[in-house]
């Protein structure tokens, strides 16, 4: 799965898309954000990141509404914000980690997208959110314990996505072309057993 895409690839999941959005879900150190980023630039799309845009809505970083006024009302912000970035497609849109265990997002995210589990090992995950410390569910003594009951947890609700795309160790530009040979082979099978 690490052959570069062509441009006719690129161009089938365009106009199949139509006015949907490629919504990127996964745990927290998944990749959404950064490979999100990356594979709309390749499809010509813009990027928007939901939290970003939940922290502009609010006037504060994530952590801070955590801090301030608890996760129920972040959940609360993050169902409305998506629902209404779900409506101004075609885009990449990438999601915080919890967003799609949401009945409701994860309906709009049925109606007006296709949606894409970044799945991604414990390992990898607890390698990439070390780096960073900004993320306030794993502000806690035992990050890789709760990493784990997040996995336990979340990855049955993930499954039910339309494509799954495992982020591996290797160059961002490798699961991007990744994410685009899924995305072909799902709008156009038959075509693509025959490469
Ligand atoms: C969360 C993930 C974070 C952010 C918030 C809660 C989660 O986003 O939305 O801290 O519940 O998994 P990333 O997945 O982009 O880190």
């Not at 006719?8 to 139509?18: E, H």
């Not at 939290?51 to 006037?59: L, P």
Request: charged share 30%.
């Amino acid at each position: 799965m690490t052959k570069n895409n062509s441009r006719g690839d690129i161009q089938l999941i365009r106009s199949r898309l139509g006015s949907d959005s490629i919504v990127l879900i996964g745990l927290m150190g998944a990749g959404k954000t950064t490979v999100g980023r990356r594979l709309a630039q390749k499809l010509g799309l813009p990027f928007v990141d939901a939290d970003h845009e939940i922290e502009r809505a609010a006037g504060m970083s994530v952590s801070d509404i955590f801090e301030q006024h608890g996760e129920a009302h972040f959940r609360d912000g993050e169902r409305r914000v998506i629902a209404r970035l779900l409506e101004t497609g075609p885009q990449v849109l990438a999601t915080g980690g919890g967003a799609y265990m949401d009945e409701t997002t994860r309906h709009n995210i049925s109606a007006r997208g296709i949606c894409v589990w970044l799945k991604c090992s414990h390992k990898l995950l607890m390698k990439r959110v070390r780096k960073r410390g900004h993320r306030p569910l794993l502000k806690t003594a035992d990050p890789d314990a709760v990493m784990q009951e997040l996995m336990d947890k979340r990855y049955p609700v993930y499954a039910k996505s339309d494509l799954t795309v495992v982020s591996r160790d290797v160059s961002h530009n490798t699961i991007v072309n990744d994410i685009i040979r899924t995305l072909h082979s799902y709008f156009e099978p038959a075509e693509q057993e025959n490469k």
